[in-house]
């Protein structure tokens, strides 16, 4: 496992994993199984389920493995098997609503409360930050604004200069998170855009995809409203392709943002943010498949 820490608890004398510092309570139950065999060799699968009051020597294995998920009532079974504390059983069960939130609206609320929580923030502030950055279209908005020679560090003139406007709160943490993330540095007394590093946990990098997109797009609805044509472009084409051109199509898309990409970083000069989006989706279901013929 990519990640592994420890803690040392003292109250049962062996060293277990942290659990703030996971985003998969399946990894950290493994982790912690594997702590407690390695300090007890007779520890068992069969022992540990003993605990929870359940019948199945299977059940921790099955938990592991993805193949059975935790009901509120086994979170707390379960919480209490490994001795957690109250706080880090809150956000055990946090975990196990993140894993099997089903709505990207029920994993942004359960993902702000995990991202609240201050033993969590201190163990992975920066993947928290990586998080907002991709979620949140004001941020590459933000740093991208650091490009434009009168660009002010100043909350307020950011809150002001973006459309739609944010509020000042908004571009105040946006800020503080760029500089943090190394996209913005302080150069001479000005603050300038920089290569920093964005590392998104993978267990919520899906939902920040699709908290950026869909914010992306929201904006595209409203700039439809909101400008005059000479300000704003938009194509589209619809058509009817075979099922295997997807991939190729979706290709010549990355293809051509790179080209986007090459044209605007070699312009001089900076004077407005811009967002440019080439979509692709299908508006029909596909073909269904002949069973006995094996083919459409």
Same mark, same amino acid.
């Given at each position: 496992?990519?990640?592994?820490?420890?803690?040392?608890?003292?109250?049962?004398?062996?060293?277990?994993?942290?659990?703030?510092?996971?985003?998969?309570?399946?990894?950290?139950?493994?982790?912690?199984?594997?702590?407690?065999?390695?300090?007890?060799?007779?520890?068992?699968?069969?022992?540990?389920?003993?605990?929870?009051?359940?019948?199945?020597?299977?059940?921790?294995?099955?938990?592991?493995?993805?193949?059975?998920?935790?009901?509120?009532?086994?979170?707390?079974?379960?919480?209490?098997?490994?001795?957690? &504390? !109250?706080?880090?059983?809150?956000?055990?069960?946090? @975990? *196990?609503? /993140?894993?099997?939130?089903? =709505?990207? +609206?029920? %994993?942004?609320?359960?993902?702000?409360?995990?991202?609240?929580?201050?033993?969590?923030?201190?163990?992975?502030?920066?993947?928290?930050?990586?998080?907002?950055?991709?979620?949140?279209?004001?941020?590459?908005?933000?740093?991208?604004?650091?490009?434009?020679?009168?660009?002010?560090?100043?909350?307020?003139?950011?809150?002001?200069?973006?459309?739609?406007?944010?509020? &000042? !709160?908004?571009?105040?943490?946006?800020?503080?998170? @760029? *500089?943090? /993330?190394?996209?913005?540095? =302080?150069? +001479?007394? %000005?603050?300038?855009?920089?290569?920093?590093?964005?590392?998104?946990?993978?267990?919520?990098?899906?939902?920040?995809?699709?908290?950026?997109?869909?914010?992306?797009?929201?904006?595209?609805?409203?700039?439809?409203?909101?400008?005059?044509?000479?300000?704003?472009?938009?194509?589209?084409?619809?058509?009817?392709?075979?099922?295997?051109?997807?991939?190729?199509?979706?290709?010549?898309?990355?293809?051509?943002?790179?080209?986007? @990409?090459?044209?605007?970083?070699?312009?001089?000069?900076?004077?407005?943010?811009?967002?440019?989006?080439?979509?692709?989706?299908?508006?029909?279901?596909?073909?269904?498949?002949?069973?006995?013929?094996?083919?459409?």
């Amino acid at each position: 496992m990519f990640w592994v820490w420890w803690s040392c608890v003292k109250c049962t004398g062996v060293s277990t994993p942290d659990l703030f510092k996971y985003l998969d309570y399946r990894a950290w139950l493994r982790d912690w199984f594997e702590a407690r065999k390695a300090a007890n060799p007779r520890f068992s699968h069969r022992a540990f389920v003993r605990r929870t009051g359940q019948r199945s020597p299977s059940l921790l294995a099955d938990v592991i493995g993805r193949r059975r998920n935790l009901t509120p009532a086994l979170v707390e079974r379960f919480s209490a098997a490994t001795k957690l &504390t !109250a706080e880090e059983a809150r956000f055990f069960g946090l @975990l *196990v609503a /993140l894993d099997q939130a089903q =709505e990207p +609206d029920e %994993r942004n609320r359960v993902w702000e409360k995990i991202a609240a929580s201050r033993r969590f923030l201190a163990a992975r502030r920066i993947e928290g930050e990586s998080f907002r950055y991709v979620s949140r279209w004001y941020y590459p908005a933000i740093r991208e604004l650091a490009r434009r020679s009168d660009f002010e560090a100043d909350p307020a003139w950011i809150a002001q200069t973006l459309v739609p406007r944010i509020t &000042t !709160a908004q571009a105040r943490d946006a800020l503080r998170a @760029l *500089v943090d /993330l190394g996209m913005l540095t =302080e150069v +001479d007394g %000005r603050m300038q855009q920089t290569e920093g590093a964005v590392v998104t946990p993978r267990e919520v990098a899906g939902l920040a995809a699709h908290n950026y997109h869909q914010g992306m797009l929201e904006r595209a609805i409203d700039g439809i409203r909101g400008f005059k044509a000479v300000e704003r472009h938009y194509t589209g084409v619809t058509v009817c392709v075979p099922e295997a051109l997807m991939p190729q199509l979706k290709k010549e898309l990355n293809v051509f943002a790179e080209r986007l @990409l090459e044209i605007c970083d070699s312009a001089e000069g900076a004077e407005r943010v811009l967002q440019i989006n080439l979509n692709l989706f299908p508006l029909s279901a596909s073909v269904p498949v002949d069973e006995d013929r094996g083919e459409s």
